[in-house]
């Protein structure tokens, strides 16, 4: 028994769930979300407690209960508390803004990056290098996050670049200097 699927998940109040056959809608402050669950797992409430049980023991079945069961927990999570990620800017002259509600990235290109929040996402920056994602979609702010990453990747030398706060860069030496013969 998978150790993840069999936990339950607590519905807190102001959330709303409703499951139809293997399609799961979860409303809440944040907003809504809608997943088709795998057909080797089914969803069961009772009261404020959701419960995913798999159908059989095969393989996939067994695959799709403990993810099955993040997911559903991760849309609950998201529609009542929302999810965030950080971001840091190091470089000397890299920058970051936000002008309405797109990211601006000054990133030593020959251009601004400019990147358009999906629906639901909402980006702040502080001390024009800390940047924060959040929204209560956690596989789209993740996704997001990344792409912003992905625009300057750290670089092992010298360390530039963004990078997820608390991310440890493996940093390489450098050329030693040595004179020639």
């Known amino acids: ?3 993840i699927g069999k936990r339950p998940i607590k519905i807190p109040a102001k959330v709303e769930v409703t499951v139809n056959g293997t399609k799961v809608v979860v409303k809440g402050p944040k907003g809504e979300l809608s997943r088709e669950l795998p057909t080797q797992v089914s969803l069961s409430q009772e009261g404020e407690v959701l419960q995913v049980n798999r159908r059989d023991d095969s393989r996939v079945s067994r695959q799709m209960h403990g993810l099955s069961r993040t997911l559903v927990s991760n849309m609950v999570e998201g529609v009542s508390q929302g999810f965030q990620r950080r971001l840091e800017i190091q470089g000397v002259g890299y920058r970051a803004a936000v ?3 797109t990211l601006v990235l000054n990133m030593g290109y020959s251009h601004q990056v400019q990147i358009a929040p999906p629906e639901g996402i909402q980006f702040a920056v502080e001390n ?11 596989e789209v702010v993740g996704n997001i996050a990344a792409k912003i990453r992905d ?4 670089e092992p030398y010298k360390g530039k670049g963004i990078r997820y706060a608390g991310e440890a860069v493996r940093r390489k030496a450098g050329k030693t200097g040595k004179g020639k013969k």
Do not use: A, C, L, W
């Not at 625009?151 to 750290?154: A, D, G, T």
């Open 99 to 101: 002008q309405g509600r």
């Open 151 to 154: 625009v300057r990747p750290p």
């Open 1 to 3: 028994m998978s150790r």
């Open 128 to 138: 024009n290098t800390n940047v924060i994602v959040s929204g209560y979609d956690k």
